[in-house]
């Protein structure tokens, strides 16, 4: 489920150091930002809620320096209970420019429930990625990766994402998308499909958004994992996501946000 949040990235200019190229001016939101999420699972051709997502966003320390920090919890239902258990804690730091600083995952998934861990750093123009797994059975691994381009996290990418340039987009553009978690880098990317109007759900407002699609390539196959909206104006919120999951379909729906830095401008009166 945490894919939902998983957006693309995009290196912005050329510079002389892995960590300005990997950071961002930020122009989508500030500190103290607040977005939920109704969760929603297809189950016998029925569209049943099972559960919630939230995301703060505010100004921090991350070992001295003055950090974004982020995080996402999401927490299925009673009715999602009975059939797979769901409890997920997402953490990320990013410098002020949006550079990943630290990502953390805490996740129970059924029975399972295990941790991920990352440390950054940005010797002579490279990515250093220092990772941390807790399997399920308690068996600790640790890796350490170095990469001459930018990686980023599931929760670093979306903050990135939100602050592209998207006026000049064209249907059907493709951006590549390096995302690492503690086992290994994926092979994905995102394209945009255009724009569209939406009603939020159980709502009266509408918005006009961003349509994406998150792709990644596996075992020879590609698969569509995400297909999402986003507000076509400065705060790039994400409203809606349609998730194509190995057990099923699932949906999220934009519930109440707080603390957004901008108008919402795309809101269709």
Not at 49 to 65: I, N, R, Y
Not at 82 to 100: H, V
Request: contains cysteine.
């Amino acid at each position: 489920m945490n894919r939902i949040f998983v957006i693309i990235c995009m290196c912005c200019g050329l510079s002389m150091t892995a960590v300005a190229q990997c950071g961002i001016e930020n122009t989508a939101f500030k500190s103290g930002e607040s977005l939920s999420y109704d969760l929603y699972f297809n189950w016998k051709f029925i569209w049943m809620k099972v559960g919630s997502a939230e995301m703060d966003t505010h100004l921090a320390k991350f070992e001295g320096q003055e950090a974004w920090k982020s995080y996402l919890i999401t927490r299925g239902n009673d009715k999602l209970d009975k059939y797979f258990t769901m409890r997920d804690t997402l953490l990320s730091y990013c410098d002020k420019n949006l550079s990943p600083l630290y990502f953390r995952k805490g996740a129970r998934e059924g029975d399972r429930y295990y941790v991920d861990e990352i440390w950054y750093s940005y010797p002579h123009g490279f990515s250093k990625l220092k990772k941390h797994r807790i399997d399920a059975d308690g068996e600790q691994h640790w890796k350490t990766s170095e990469y001459n381009a930018c990686i980023y996290d599931m929760m670093s990418i979306f903050l990135r994402a939100r602050n592209f340039e998207t006026s000049k987009m064209k249907k059907g553009d493709i951006i590549p998308m390096p995302i690492s978690d503690a086992r290994r880098l994926t092979n994905s990317w995102l394209e945009f499909r255009g724009k569209e109007n939406f009603k939020m759900n159980g709502s009266k407002e509408k918005f006009r958004c961003l349509v994406f699609s998150f792709y990644e390539h596996e075992d020879g196959k590609t698969h569509e994992l995400v297909r999402f909206f986003i507000t076509d104006d400065q705060n790039h919120i994400p409203v809606r996501l349609d998730m194509f999951l190995s057990f099923g379909s699932a949906k999220a729906f934009l519930k109440e946000y707080k603390g957004v830095r901008s108008p919402m401008t795309s809101k269709i009166k």
